[in-house]
C-alpha cells in the first residue's frame, strides 16, 4: 500500500481565486490520479499525472481551469483555478502502486467551499 | 458510465455478516473486480479485489461466480465502524490495460445498526 497525504484538508475561498492542492506519497509511484466528488455524487476522474509527461484529462476538463503539475515520483499538485460556487467539492489523489495486480490507494482529500 | 450495478443500500446488524452484491454482466476475461468503501467523505479505501477465484484478507472476503458475471463482497462480522459507501468496480488489473481506470458507480451504503 502506500500512505498519501494532502494539503489543505480543507479550504473556504473566495470566487475568482485559484487554490493549489499538493499531494505526498511516502513512496515513488508512476501514476497518480486526481479526482472529484462533488456533494452527495460519486467520485469522477478528472485528470492521469504521469511523472515526465502531460497530464491526460478526461472529458470534461480542461488545463486551464485544472491545471496539474507532476515534478517527481512522490508529488503532485492541483489547481483549481477562477473558481466559483460550482467548484465546491472534495478533490482526492489517489495512486497507483503495483504487485500482483495494480492497486489505487487515496488520499483523504481535501474539502473545498468557494463562496 | 460504471459497468456494474449495486443496490443502493442495505442494513446488517453488528456482529452479523453482511453481503454486498454485485452485478458485472459485462465483465471482460483481463478485469478484474475491485472493491473499495468511503466512510463519510473520507478518501476511498481499497478492500479487495480478485478475477476468478475467491479471494480473502483480513477485511473481507470476495466470492466470484463462476461465469464472473456477479459477485459478493462478505464482512465476516460487521461494526459500527462498517458503515459506509461501498463501491465494486470493474477494471484491468494492470495499468497498461485499455480500461486501467476506475469508475465509480453510486455503490451500496451500508448500514450498520446495534
Known amino acids: 500500500s502506500a500512505v498519501i497525504s494532502q494539503k489543505p484538508s480543507r479550504d473556504i475561498c473566495q470566487r475568482g481565486t485559484s487554490l493549489t492542492i499538493q499531494c505526498q506519497v511516502d513512496s515513488q509511484v508512476t501514476m497518480m490520479f486526481w479526482y472529484r466528488q462533488q456533494p452527495g455524487q460519486s467520485l469522477t476522474l478528472i485528470a492521469t499525472a504521469n511523472q515526465g509527461s502531460e497530464a491526460t484529462y478526461e472529458s470534461g476538463f480542461v488545463i486551464d481551469k485544472f491545471p496539474i503539475s507532476r515534478p517527481n515520483l512522490t508529488f503532485s499538485t492541483l489547481t483549481v483555478s477562477n473558481m466559483s460556487p460550482e467548484d465546491s467539492s472534495i478533490y482526492l489523489c489517489s495512486v497507483e502502486t503495483g504487485g500482483y495486480t495494480d492497486t489505487q490507494y487515496f488520499g483523504p482529500g481535501t474539502r473545498l467551499t468557494v463562496l | 458510465d460504471a459497468k456494474t450495478t449495486q443496490p443502493p443500500s442495505m442494513d446488517c446488524a453488528e456482529g452479523r455478516a453482511a453481503n454486498l452484491p454485485c452485478n458485472h454482466s459485462?465483465?471482460?476475461?483481463?478485469?478484474?473486480v475491485y472493491w473499495y468503501r468511503q466512510i463519510h467523505s473520507q478518501g476511498p479505501q481499497y478492500i479487495i479485489h480478485?478475477?476468478?477465484n475467491n479471494e480473502t484478507n483480513e477485511m473481507a472476503s470476495l466470492i466470484i461466480t463462476e461465469d464472473r458475471k456477479s459477485s459478493t463482497l462478505i464482512l465476516p462480522h460487521a461494526t459500527l465502524r462498517d458503515t459506509a459507501v461501498y463501491y465494486c468496480?470493474?477494471?484491468?488489473?494492470?495499468?497498461?490495460?485499455?480500461?486501467?481506470?476506475?469508475?465509480f458507480g453510486k455503490g451500496t451504503l451500508l448500514t450498520v445498526n446495534p
Open positions: 459485462t465483465i471482460s476475461g483481463n478485469e478484474y
Open positions: 480478485g478475477l476468478k
Open positions: 468496480i470493474v477494471r484491468d488489473g494492470y495499468s497498461g490495460g485499455s480500461n486501467y481506470k476506475l469508475t
